[in-house]
């Protein structure tokens, strides 16, 4: 079993930054895909981020390309959200995710065996 825990989310300026984090227990962190995925008030979860076990391959939503940044440190067991630019539709709250069966769809919540609690993003305009 996976264990993932997420951590810093707050409250932030629209045009501001927020670094959220993810960490992951077990020893197989560097075998799976991640995601982040994120759910406003009255909407569906919707995908955000994921990066490939190697790192190498990144994929994003089109509503945060340009401004958000996943990255992983598998040595750490971490995973990454850097958000630039924050818009006051990015307020929801934001869960980490792991794909430990390598499905073929990374954008997919069925994608994913594994969540986090979430935490609360929340930009003011």
């Known amino acids: 079993q996976v264990q993932l825990v997420e951590s810093g989310g707050g409250l932030v300026q629209a045009g501001g930054s927020l670094r959220l984090s993810c960490a992951a227990s077990?020893?197989?962190?560097?075998?799976?895909?991640m995601g982040w995925f994120r759910q406003a008030p009255g909407k569906e979860r919707e995908f955000v981020a994921a990066?490939?076990?190697?790192?190498?391959?990144?994929y994003y939503a089109d509503s945060v390309k340009g401004r958000f940044t996943i990255s992983r440190d598998n040595a750490k067991k971490m995973v990454y959200l850097r958000m630039d630019s924050l818009k006051p539709e990015d307020t929801a709250v934001y869960y980490c995710?792991?794909?430990?069966?390598?499905?073929?769809?990374?954008?997919?919540?069925?994608?994913?065996?594994?969540w986090g609690q979430g935490t609360q993003v929340t930009v003011s305009s």
């Open positions: 995710a792991a794909d430990t069966d390598l499905t073929s769809s990374v954008y997919l919540l069925g994608s994913y065996d594994y």
């Open positions: 077990g020893r197989t962190f560097s075998n799976y895909n």
């Open positions: 990066i490939r076990r190697s790192g190498s391959n990144l």
